[in-house]
């Protein structure tokens, strides 16, 4: 049981200090299956954190959403697979071109390197896209909702294996496109912790229920005064729900 919920638990390591990243590192490998470094680790620090996270036997989700011509996304997506990532995500608004190339060049460099081929992951629409700057800034005229599902099935198409998105969306995600491709759901807060600036939050039980393979989880543990202690609630929490 225990190893099923790590599996599920990627940790969002958005802090500014590389050694307050190697100590959440230190305390919370037990509990963590991925760790998330995302653009402000990753600009900062390069791959220091994630030589770091690799030490301690961990998976590395590489969260820098990529978006740019084919060749180029190709090249990086190489890249990332050679520093060791497990995990990487690109946005589906670069198009079912750039999806396939990330595809391609992360499986042909694992293959090379004789490992598993990463998880891919697409971006829909970044959450701070509100309808209203679909529609004036950015001229599309549709359903903010219904425009992440039509680009979640481009990254179906393009070869990827989920998208990342609200706990909101996972039953439709999984009933439009099918039970296997994966959905990574960010904005979870356990019952006793703050929300933060997210909006639509669901809580380690209910993202698991609605079908969420792997749950990102951030402040509620990071800026917790325990954060091993507020790890280990969620434990409890998924052990005595009874949703794995
Ligand atoms: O601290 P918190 O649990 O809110 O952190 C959530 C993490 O998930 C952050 O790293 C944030 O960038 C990421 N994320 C998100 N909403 C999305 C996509 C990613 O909160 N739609």
Known sequence: MKEKIKEKIVLALDVEKIDEAKDFVDKLSPYTGTFK???????????????????????????????????????????????????????????????????????KKADELNKKHPVILGVTMLTSISQEIMNNEFKIDKNVSNYAIELAKLAKKAGLDGVVASADEVAEIKKRLGDDFKVLCPGIRPLWSLKDDQKRIATPNEAIKRGADYIVIGRAVTKAENPVLAMEKIYEEIENGGVI
């Open 37 to 107: 470094v995302g653009l402000q680790l990753f600009t900062g620090y390069g791959l220091e954190i994630i030589n770091y996270i690799l030490e301690k036997n961990s998976n590395f989700f590489l969260d820098v959403k990529l978006h740019d011509i084919p060749n180029t996304v190709k090249k990086a997506a190489e890249n990332i697979i050679q520093n060791g990532a497990s995990f990487f995500n690109v946005h589906c608004q670069g198009g079912v071109e750039m999806m396939k190339a990330a595809r391609e060049g992360a499986d």
